[in-house]
């Protein structure tokens, strides 16, 4: 057994709204490289298997959105990255927040609440951030992080650092109108920020046929002149090579580049979302044959890199870490009452 999800015969067929687009090519990778994504991805869906967990039995509150099926994406952009690259994006964060190098005890304490959370308790699921990682943060207002991220390019190139800013939003956040006020800017500007629309096709329920006129979502720059490409989502090596080439078109100096990545999410939009708006064969489908963990662990065994005890090894490890997270934030106390007056204003020096 596969330890995505399912079987993986078959995995790369195309199909429906797991439809695999077109490729403009992929890196090749070692040994050591590909096991280091294989344990990226397992990390991020066996945390949230358990967030989910920790959401039914009541100890996360609010809203909680999950980030399986799309792993490839947050691993691939980050194996693109350079020191420093920052990270933003909307509300489906937790993956971001792990492969950035935060600690997943501080992540799952922030999602329960607690005072041991990379921001206190005070942020949760969709707001906690970390300047040490260069990851800020999980935004709740739809599309808001676009212009946030757009003002992190300025800043970059304002210094000159050679920095760039990788800022995340999904297809429904792709209909906003700030989104498009930030496009304007940064191309004016030439501002260093890749654009990277996670299109797992359903936003919040709807499929994206029936609510955007120009599905094909990287093409949403051309009016600005701003370069797309649409890439497999599923498919670690292709997200991190896309990522190579439009890093490298916005660190020369050319402006922003968009990357649209074809997913999708295995789960609701969020943890009170029953799906009813697709069909549970179309979900079942895109596990058996686009998983985009099965995959790596299919070049992983074909290539001799890796048998199923190596595999099971890996999962256990995984397990474990992520186990001691969920006990970290049990145990975490509860933030003070005062923090409540505390990171609210900056005190500039006289």
């Not at 039914?56 to 020191?83: D, T």
């Not at 975490?332 to 006289?350: G, H, I, K, Q, R």
Request: proline share 4%.
């Amino acid at each position: 057994m596969a330890r995505g999800q399912t079987g993986a015969a078959g995995r790369r067929k195309a199909n429906g709204a797991g439809e695999q687009p077109a490729q403009t090519g992929k890196t090749q990778s070692g040994k050591d490289e590909l096991l280091k994504y294989y344990r990226d991805m397992l990390l991020i869906r066996r945390f949230e298997e358990r967030a989910g967990q920790l959401y039914g039995m009541g100890l996360i509150g609010g809203f909680c959105h999950l980030y399986i099926g799309q792993e490839a994406i947050a691993v691939g952009v980050e194996a693109a990255k350079r020191p420093g690259d920052q990270i933003i994006t909307g509300y489906r964060d937790h993956g971001h927040m792990l492969v950035s190098g935060m600690d997943p005890k501080e992540v799952m304490a922030e999602l329960t609440g607690r005072a041991g959370g990379s921001s206190r308790g005070k942020g949760g699921s969709m707001h906690m951030f970390s300047t040490e990682a260069a990851f800020y943060g999980g935004h709740g207002i739809v599309g808001a992080q676009v212009p946030l991220g757009t003002g992190l390019a300025l800043a970059d190139s304002y210094r000159g650092d050679g920095k760039v800013s990788f800022t995340f939003f999904g297809d429904g956040a792709a209909n906003q109108g700030q989104v498009y006020e930030a496009f304007n800017m940064a191309e004016l500007w030439k501002l260093p920020v890749v654009y990277v629309i996670e299109n797992n096709q359903y936003a919040m329920g709807t499929a994206i046929q029936r609510s955007s006129a120009e599905t094909r979502l990287h093409k949403r720059g051309v009016s600005f002149n701003i370069p797309g490409e649409e890439v497999d989502g599923m498919d670690v090596l292709a997200v991190k090579a896309a990522t190579e080439k439009a890093a490298a078109h916005a660190r020369a100096g050319n402006g922003p580049f968009i990357l649209e990545m074809k997913t999708y999410r295995y789960r609701g939009h969020s943890m009170s979302d029953p799906a009813k708006y697709r069909t549970r064969e179309e979900v079942d489908e895109v596990r058996k044959t686009r998983d985009p963990i099965d995959h790596v662990e299919e070049m992983l065994e074909k290539n001799g890199w890796a048998d199923e005890a190596t595999l099971k090894a890996i999962d256990a490890e995984v397990k474990k870490i992520v186990a001691d997270a969920a006990e970290f934030a049990r145990t975490s106390p509860e933030p003070e009452p005062s923090e409540l007056y505390t990171d609210v204003y900056t005190e500039l020096p006289a």
